[in-house]
């Protein structure tokens, strides 16, 4: 069956990554339609809106998107393929290549799953301050006193519930299965929360990631203090296998976990609700870097790969990662970020030609 797949390339470099991967995609003669729904700047400039209904349709009409990054005017469409379309899971994994820029001494074995909290948290966007919470019944446990006396300053409202929390450690939980049997290895999750600093609502999420863990006997459940979690994140990431987070905390976290097989450039990334998913490198739009095509691609590259595994393309998926992984082996045609001179161009067309596609 014929699958729909919308394009979304985003701002600033991250198009320099996302036009030859989509260029790769193309050689593979999968059977998907390939949209480019007008978003951002061209849509601004042609309709005097950055994110159209007709984009939001080709979106909704699709399977899936693959997006590039932004930091633009396409977060209209970022936005809306997140809260709009409910994809709750963001799976950030980290595992390290041969022949990647890791910072470890010894970075092998490193291989391992963020899976955050895409809905909640400090992302609800409830923030004002502090001066509009005079009246308002709410004390400080550590200052015991109003928070509204506190002086002048912000706040942010945070956000665990129990329906979101019970979904994304199920989701996690049956991630760790998934890849037990992948991988020969038994199934563990670990989370990470400061209970001890916000016991009601870090402690919350604590509390109902444990009972829902408990619906998963064959999965090894373990909780550290996220400071902890973090620390042990960088000295041995070899430990970890699922690592579930509220949505902050895996915002963080998952980019300490790309920094230590290689950095961003080589963090993937895939949003996943209970009827659409959509695919983007962790990393931004690197604005820094935009018009030098010298962006790593890896990260984009193997958020396709999740994409094509997703639609159910899996030995393609697996062919694509294969033909980076090799790359890396070779390390002949790297990206300067890791220790090479090759353009972001370059990098593709090595990983075409490590595929046997050229």
């Known amino acids: 069956m014929s699958r729909k797949v919308a394009l979304i390339p985003g701002e600033d470099a991250a198009p320099e990554a996302f036009l030859p991967t989509v260029e790769l995609l193309g050689r593979l003669d999968l059977d998907i339609d390939w949209v480019w729904p007008q978003v951002g700047i061209p849509a601004q400039e042609a309709t005097g809106d950055p994110f159209p ?47 990647a820029r890791s910072p470890l001494r010894d970075p092998s074995g490193v291989d391992l799953v963020i899976v955050r909290e895409n809905m909640e948290d400090v992302y609800v966007g409830v923030e004002g301050d502090l001066r509009s919470l005079d009246g308002v019944d709410l004390v400080s446990r550590l200052h015991r006193r109003p928070v509204a006396q506190m002086g002048e300053g912000r706040f942010a409202l945070k956000v665990i519930t129990e329906a979101r929390t019970r979904k994304i450690v199920e989701f996690a939980c049956n991630l760790a299965l998934e890849r037990a049997e992948r991988r020969g290895r038994p199934p563990k999750l670990t989370t990470g929360t400061k209970h001890n600093i916000s016991p009601v609502a870090d402690g919350y999420f604590l509390e109902v990631a444990r009972e829902t863990a408990r619906q998963f006997p064959e999965v090894v459940f373990e ?37 230590v097989v290689g950095g961003l450039g080589l963090g993937p990334s895939g949003c996943y609700g209970d009827d659409y998913a959509y695919f983007e490198s962790a990393h931004g739009s690197a604005p820094d870097i935009a018009g030098t095509h010298t962006i790593n691609p890896t990260a984009t590259l193997l958020s ?39 353009a972001t161009t370059e990098f593709c067309r090595a990983v075409v030609r490590a595929m046997g596609i050229d």
């Open 53 to 99: 209904p007709a984009a939001r349709q080709a979106i909704d009409d699709s399977d899936t998107t693959l997006f590039g990054a932004t930091s633009g005017p396409s977060g209209r469409a970022l936005r809306h393929l997140r809260w709009g379309r409910n994809t709750y899971a963001n799976v950030r994994p980290a595992r390290w290549m041969p022949g």
């Open 223 to 259: 909780s550290l203090l996220a400071d902890d979690l973090v620390h042990k994140l960088v000295i041995r990431p070899q430990a970890f296998d699922v690592i579930v987070l509220p949505n902050l905390y895996g915002d963080l976290f998952s980019d300490a976990a790309a920094a």
């Open 304 to 342: 396709a790969a999740m994409m094509l595994d997703y639609l159910g393309f899996a030995t393609e998926s697996r062919r694509l990662t294969d033909g980076v992984e090799r790359v890396y082996a070779e390390g002949r045609c790297l990206t300067p970020d890791q220790g090479g001179a090759a």
